[in-house]
């Protein structure tokens, strides 16, 4: 296999902070020797996540096998994801929002027919449910754990506490209309465009909301998540991983 030198468009904190969570860990377990060393495998990592490696490219690159680069993505992942806030915890930086803007994306996984649960009527694909809360600017302020793509987006919410957790902070929240029937602080657009106040509404209500798109294209520059292969069980921890590693680069 050829081999060359390429880059990440990452900033340089997102290394040390890994490098720092991999050496923390490394100290806790006793670990005496590696492959790499953990600088290394934090390259290996973002180089995964941000620009959707295999595993096989990964191993040739960093010389060693294909099963060391599963562990050590593994361990790596599963320490940024222990940095993410859950909810009740994001809420003391999201209430202090003017409002917030809810969404849902689907990532695409590698799945057949057969896996029902995870095929999205909507986008006619299979995936994973995320949900997703940005600040008036659209910048990412928090991503839920991954469901079944066959989830709705409002079952998801309520699933996640999104709602109930809006409404106790009394904060206001710009959603689509497959967030019809929320209540509460959820704002979605009207029903029906023959009245012209119900297209001014809907149009003033579009211009708000769009910004939110900014926070799905952030998610989807990480190429991992444009297609995952990895098992669903892991698909949360990556999307945390991420969401982590934004927020250090930010």
């Known amino acids: 296999m050829l081999v060359y030198p390429s880059s990440i468009n990452q900033s340089s904190r997102t290394l040390r902070l890994l490098t ?16 790499l060393p953990a600088a290394r495998q934090a390259l290996l990592a973002l180089a995964h996540l941000r620009c959707g490696d295999t595993y096989a490219q990964l191993a040739a690159g960093f010389d060693i096998g294909i099963a060391t680069v599963y562990r050590y993505i593994r361990e790596a992942v599963e320490a940024l994801a222990a940095l993410a806030p859950p909810l009740a915890e994001a809420m003391k930086t999201i209430r202090t929002k003017a409002f917030v803007i809810l969404d849902g994306t689907l990532l695409p996984i590698d799945r ?24 008036p600017f659209g910048r990412l ?41 929320a209540g509460g602080p959820v704002r979605v657009p009207s029903r029906g465009r023959r009245k012209r106040w119900k297209r001014r509404h809907n149009t003033t209500h579009a211009k708000i909301r769009c910004l939110g798109e900014r926070a799905m294209a952030i998610i989807k520059g990480w190429r991992l998540l444009r297609k995952l292969r990895c098992s669903t069980n892991r698909i949360t921890d990556v999307v945390k991983a991420v969401l982590v590693l934004h927020h250090a680069s930010a």
């Open 20 to 35: 720092g969570q991999l050496t923390a860990r490394r100290q806790k377990i006793g670990t005496r020797w590696r492959r």
């Open 141 to 181: 302020l928090w991503a839920s754990p991954a469901v079944p793509g066959s989830t709705h987006d409002l079952t998801a919410a309520r699933q996640h506490g999104i709602i109930e957790a809006l409404a106790d902070a009394e904060l206001e929240c710009w959603a689509d209309k497959a967030y019809q029937g």
């Open 112 to 135: 057949n027919a057969a896996d029902t649960p995870y095929y999205s009527g909507k986008h006619k694909r299979h995936g994973m449910n995320v949900q997703v809360l940005t600040d």
